[in-house]
Each structure stands twice: as C-alpha cells, then as structure tokens.
C-alpha cells in the first residue's frame, strides 16, 4: 500500500469518527432542547457546572493522552455554542 492509500484509508476513518461524533451531537442537542424548557433565562449559564465538567475532562483527557489544551478548546467552543443554540431556542418559546 502507498502513501496515498494510507492517507485515504486513514481519512476513511476519520470520516467515520466524524459522523459519530455528529450523531452524539445531535442526541446533546435533543437532550439541551428538552432541558431549556424547564430553565430560566439566568439559569442557562451555569458557571459552576462548566468548571466542573472542564475539571473531569481535563482529568479524562489525561487518562487518554490526549492533550488538555485540545479538549479545553473543542468543549468551550461547545459549550458556548450550546449555550447560544439554548439562548435561541428560551427567546422563541417566549414570544
């Protein structure tokens, strides 16, 4: 096998690890769409839990080798990108 089969086997692969993280995205979403109805507006920011959940994933990502610095940036792009999909859906519902 030559370099360029290795690559697209290799990216084959990633592809696939792309749509399962898509499909868990999408379950996040489902489940950020049934929590909102029972929030307050000053209840969509939770400060606190966000702390919480970069502490353990900072502690899992450990485990894994996986470099902390990565995971901080991939969850708080995530996060903030929930936290304004959470916002949209709170201004829909009460108009």
Do not use: C, H
């Not at 489902?30 to 969509?44: A, M, P, S, Y």
């Amino acid at each position: 096998m030559n370099k360029s089969e290795k690559i697209r086997n290799i990216r084959a692969k990633i592809d696939e690890i792309d749509l399962k993280i898509l499909n868990l995205i999408s379950e996040r979403k489902d489940l950020v769409t049934e929590i909102v109805k029972f929030k307050n507006r000053n209840q969509i920011i939770d400060q606190e839990r966000i702390s919480k959940i970069l502490e353990s994933l900072d502690v899992e990502a450990s485990k894994r080798g996986i470099p902390r610095a990565l995971v901080r940036k991939l969850w708080e792009g995530m996060i903030q990108s929930f936290i304004s999909y959470e916002e949209e859906l709170f201004n829909k519902s009460k108009n």
